[in-house]
């Protein structure tokens, strides 16, 4: 398919709420979960986004509810790191330089 095919699909599909979308380092990453939570490891090397399911946030939305009197319907959270592979080429390419 083209690409801005694509691009829309994926606009229709998030104006819908059956995707999300978050903006990391100049990358969109598309996912889909529950009320548009998502808990993700993001590779500044080579853009990889994984998705975990364990949310730690949880108990820190409902202090912030309860505090703020708010009602979240929805979190990111995100860890932006370096992956086995790139780390991996990032200590190889160290040694060469030295």
Not at 31 to 48: D, Q
Not at 59 to 84: A, E, P, R, S, W
Request: net charge positive; hydrophobic share 35%.
């Amino acid at each position: 398919p083209n690409l801005s095919s694509i691009y829309r699909a994926l606009d229709f599909l998030s104006e819908k709420n059956l995707v999300h979308s978050l903006s990391f380092s100049g990358m969109a990453y598309y996912y889909t979960g529950k009320k548009g939570s998502g808990h993700f490891l993001i590779c500044k090397g080579c853009n990889e986004m994984i998705k975990f399911e364990d949310c730690v946030a949880d108990t820190l939305q409902k202090k912030i509810q309860k505090m703020y009197n708010y009602v979240i319907t929805d979190h990111v959270l995100f860890f932006g790191g370096f992956c086995t592979e790139c780390r991996a080429h990032f200590s190889k390419k160290e040694r060469v330089m030295k």
